[in-house]
């Protein structure tokens, strides 16, 4: 029988497929009776969409523009 | 990346490997915003995220001949440029701080969590916009993990390479490179969760 500690202990190879069938059974029945553990769960699936959004990085046109300039400099003279 | 995009860039690549500047230059400029922002993420330095989107392009131009096109050329310039950005941290020998020192869930004796979350903001991922606040905590949270949890996050969750690319260019083992995963999630699920609880 997990806890609420088993269960996150074991969300990544669950949320990857990779827990045998007897874990996840046991996983399964925590969660059946374990709201917060539910919200949990939802909210470790739903960190790395957010952290990706907050994350994005565009490049600035003066750095674009180094860039281009560098990449001439160098394929010129090959 | 769309199936389009990834046509495209082998019609340019087959180009540019036919010594046509121009059609590099047009890869370069579709891949350029996911190299920089690679490459500024894991380093956090904008001069050397600027060198390293240099050195990326320069070698991939460099070694285009021996690209055979098993893989897109995305995903291909997005590994060097994670070696790179790699490289660059083992020279500066920035130290690592223990992962004690990572935030994760509390727990009971028992082993019951001890504080429930907040809420359920898993719907908030899906929303278009991030709020500027939450982007703000995100970003402090994930300069904050230790060293080697960061590199590992960031090259998974966020750039999309797979545990056996990470587990070969970080040099640990594949179980080691999703331990370290699941504590920078919990870690960063929990700022996140702090967040929720002030606003």
Not at chain 2, 5 to 12: G, I, M, S
Not at chain 2, 13 to 40: C, I, N, P, W
Not at chain 2, 61 to 87: D, K, P, T
Not at chain 2, 92 to 100: M, Y
Request: proline share 4%; charged share 30%.
């Amino acid at each position: 029988m997990f806890n609420c500690k088993d269960s996150i202990d074991s969300l990544l190879p669950f949320l990857e497929g990779e827990m045998s069938p007897e874990e996840e059974e046991h996983l399964r029945v925590h969660l059946n009776g374990c709201p917060p553990c539910v919200e949990f769960v939802r909210t470790y699936r739903a960190t790395s969409g957010l952290c990706r959004k907050a994350l994005v990085k565009s490049m600035p046109p003066e750095v674009a523009g180094r860039l281009r300039a560098f990449l001439r400099a160098k394929l010129e003279t090959k | 990346m769309t199936d389009v995009t990834v046509q495209d860039d082998r019609e340019l690549l087959a180009r540019a490997q036919a010594g046509d500047m121009s059609a590099f230059e047009a890869l370069v400029a579709r891949h350029e915003d996911k190299v920089y922002g690679l490459a500024l993420r894991m380093t956090r330095s904008e001069a050397d995220a600027a060198e390293i989107t240099q050195d990326t392009f320069l070698s991939a131009y460099q070694h285009l001949a021996e690209f055979r096109g098993e893989a897109a050329f995305g995903s291909w310039v997005h590994r060097i440029a994670a070696n790179n950005a790699l490289m660059r941290l083992r020279r500066q020998k920035v130290l690592d701080i223990v992962s004690d020192d990572l935030a994760g869930p509390e727990f009971t004796d028992r082993g019951s969590l001890a504080e429930p979350p907040e809420s359920d903001w898993s719907r908030r991922a899906d929303d278009q916009l991030l709020d500027e606040e939450l982007g703000r905590a995100i970003q402090v949270a994930t300069d904050a993990l230790p060293k080697g949890y960061r590199e590992v996050f960031l090259l998974k969750d966020v750039e999309g390479l797979s545990y056996e690319e990470i587990s070969e260019m970080v040099g640990i083992s594949v179980p080691a490179v999703k331990s370290r995963l699941h504590r920078a999630r919990l870690a960063l699920r929990e700022a996140i969760d702090a967040f929720y609880k002030e606003v």
